[in-house]
Nanobody, 118 residues
Framework: QVRLVESGGGLVQAGGSLRLSCTAF????????MGWYRQAPGKQRELVAT???????NYADSVKGRFTISRDKADNTLYLQMNSLKPEDTAVYYC????????????WGQGTQVTVSS
């Protein structure tokens, strides 16, 4: 059984930076896509960034140029470097690992709170 655990959230002033980490406990067998999503109060969960095949990145327009997704396979950890943070980035951030197909899976972490003050 795989468990994803996020860390690194907190309170930061606008313009500041945070780095989120997501460590996978257990083996992620042939993962296809790993990503970060976020959910602000009263809003639906939305995609922030994804990493496909450890090569192809995709970012929401609202975070392009400010956020960077990366993965350290040796440490089984996914990262999200967040720079130039804005109050509208305030949300609970969730890590996701997904494999498609017959042996597919869709794992989520418990989330980590990011609060950006103005």
């Amino acid at each position: 059984q795989v468990r994803l655990v996020e860390s690194g959230g907190g309170l930061v002033q606008a313009g500041g930076s945070l780095r989120l980490s997501c460590t996978a406990f257990g083996t992620l067998f042939s993962v296809n896509v790993m990503g970060w999503y976020r959910q602000a109060p009263g809003k639906q969960r939305e995609l922030v960034a994804t990493l496909t095949g450890d090569v192809v990145t995709n970012y929401a327009d609202s975070v392009k140029g400010r956020f960077t997704i990366s993965r350290d396979k040796a440490d089984n950890t996914l990262y999200l470097q967040m720079n130039s943070l804005k109050p509208e980035d305030t949300a609970v951030y969730y890590c996701n690992a997904r494999r498609y197909g017959r042996l597919g899976y869709d794992h989520w972490g418990q989330g980590t709170q990011v609060t950006v003050s103005s």
